[in-house]
């Protein structure tokens, strides 16, 4: 099993270590629910090392990423990410990423089980750009919650004397990261997968430790959190999971993603025409969200039933934290409408299935 | 490190059985077990009359993370199960050994020992994984 260059932190704060993706990653450090509502009324730091960190090289890297990627990436502004599918020709998900346009290159970060399939799909579908892989080489943790910017700012220069504050929603850029008593020269952007105000801070992978261990004595109120409350958080903010949500079988228009697809765009990109079809007929099968009655949480692989038929499948259920319910989500066949009686298959229980309005929870300030 | 009490047997997937001067065999999971599974959130355990047999699932734990299956040390017929369970599963998880106790199982055999570990030989399984 690989290891993050954050492993030794993790031991050293008390994780408890699970594979994730082939690496060694904590899933909870003191307690799932208690790092849950750290991120969600505090701040909490995550090792994000294990997420791919691709730069895309070449002479026209603008290009060669509108033809693979579902994104109108031309679009882009300098300091704005995106987030973006990787679609097959049918239009199955090869990844969900995040495409980063920095002043003066490109980059992609893609999910840690997906690295190794996505570097020689790159290398042959890229034409005329290459893929240079810096995911051992740069460190990305994350810096989570309602109390990051406040703490943050004071540690962060940015170019033209720039406020962290001032720094958009989805929008990255350089940053002087003075937090472990030397400057540090790395990027910074106000992004994240749980649902809060947040940054993901990338830095030398030689500094990554001491990065982490200052984000965490930043202050009382910070913790550092594990995967398994980064899972929590994730789905009470509707944020897809590949694996669970996303896979070479489902396609974007039936993921509800989509505001990631430029159906339209002018350069065509793998997968157009299949996903231009597919939304013209209507998906066969749509994802909808679920509180699930009683106490048991649904799992992934639950069958969902109508009238004692299965017409859909959970991908993702957990205890929520935050409504203090079990919730669910999965996808259920398009011809089932909305207000249908819909039980989930739990062996010996059948609990109810009440629909629910993805996202589960929105944070009250959604734009910066 | 985790307990383990002297006074009771073992099975390789953690769960311990415990003999009652009445012959009858409390069973339940151990320390180590119950950390590992973190906070726990349901439990599904067989009523009383029916049967467990050695080393097959008979109920599934849950915690925030994961479902798992609980196996039976021991052959034989469920006389009790802890019923407060059912409604907070907090005792598995402070008092594994005690009140977190799951089944009260009247043996199948008088050999069911022979098929489990001693304590000395659990702790170091646990000090070897």
Redo the contacts between chains.
Sequence with gaps: MKKTVLNSAHQRHGARLVEFGGFEMPVWYSALTEEHHTVRKQAGVFDLCHMGRFEVVGDDPVTALDKVLTRDVSSMKKGQVCYSLVCQEDGGILDDILVYRLPDRWWLVVNAGNRDKLLPWFEEKLEGAHIVDHSESLAMVALQGPLAVGLLAPHIERPKGRSLETLGYYRVGAATVNLTGTPLQGWISRTGYTGEDGFEIYVDSEHAEAVFDALVDLSEDVHPCGLGCRDTLRLEAGMPLYGHELSEQIDPISAGLEFGVGLHKTTPFIGQSALQEIESRGPQRRMRGFTVDGRRPARQGAAILHEGKVVGEVTSGSPSPTLGVAIACGYVDSGIPEDASLQVDLGRQTPDLKPHPLPFYRRETEKV | MSEVPADRFYLSSHEWAQEGDDGVVTIGITEFAAS?L??L??I?LPGEGEDVHFEQQFG?I?S????SALNSPISGQVIESNASLLDSQEPITDSPFEEGWMLKIKPADDSWKDQLMNPADYESQLNNS
Excluded: M, Q, R
Excluded at chain 2, 64 to 67: D, E, F, G, S, Y
């Design positions: 590992e973190g906070e959130v349901y599904e599934e849950e925030v993370k994961a479902v």
